[in-house]
């Protein structure tokens, strides 16, 4: 199973990551929005989201297609559009809500749209959708709230390399950030 994907809520640092981990790996990097945008692979433009719609079942094929043999690092929070049978293990990156927040205003993302990723993050959205259509077994959490990214790329090599590291679950915003969280949850813009 030649994918190892790279996955969590916009803005937790998966495109650091994953490039300089295929990078390390001495292999290919796929990002599954370009390559959706690059090869027409979209139904559309969301205006509310701002974002292109990815055509998930036309990705899923051009991934079979490109996959074939070689080992790809792919870096998408849709974990959908990932052929589920060629993962052979999956990363979803967590950051602490506040920091997701940050970075997510930084890059000049209206407010709207910063509380729904900080949400989603609350929530475990990508740790669910992972877990759901993955299984437990290949999906595994790295924190990397106040880590450099050298230091999650080592986390991540770590956990491929050994097949063990934090289980779904580990991450918990909602009890580490108590009422913030719910703050958070219950904020609308
Ligand atoms: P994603 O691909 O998940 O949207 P990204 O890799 O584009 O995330 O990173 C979002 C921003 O955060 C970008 O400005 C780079 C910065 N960043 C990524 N990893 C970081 C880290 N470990 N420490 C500090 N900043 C980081």
Excluded at 129 to 152: I, M, N
């Amino acid at each position: 199973m030649p994918l190892i994907l790279i996955t969590g809520t916009p803005g937790v640092g998966k495109t650091t990551v994953a490039r300089e981990l295929a990078t390390r790996l001495g292999c290919g990097y796929i990002d599954v929005a370009d390559l959706a945008r690059r090869e027409g692979l979209t139904l559309g433009y969301d205006e509310e989201a701002q974002a292109h719609l990815i055509d998930e079942e036309g990705v899923r094929e051009r991934l079979r297609a490109v996959a074939r043999g070689a080992l790809y690092v792919v870096d998408t929070h849709v974990v959908s559009a990932v052929p589920p049978e060629l993962v052979e293990v999956a990363i979803v990156l967590r950051l602490d809500p506040r920091e997701l927040e940050f970075r997510l205003s930084s890059r000049g993302y209206p407010r709207r749209k910063v509380l729904e990723n900080v949400q989603a993050e609350i929530l475990d959205a990508c740790l669910v959708e992972a877990v759901s259509l993955l299984g437990e077994g290949r999906v595994f959490e790295v924190d990397a709230t106040g880590k450099s990214p050298e230091e999650v790329v080592a986390e991540v090599l770590r956990v491929i390399r050994e097949r063990s590291g934090a289980r779904p679950g580990s991450v918990d915003w909602l009890e580490r950030l108590g009422d913030e969280a719910l703050k958070y949850l219950s904020a609308s813009a």
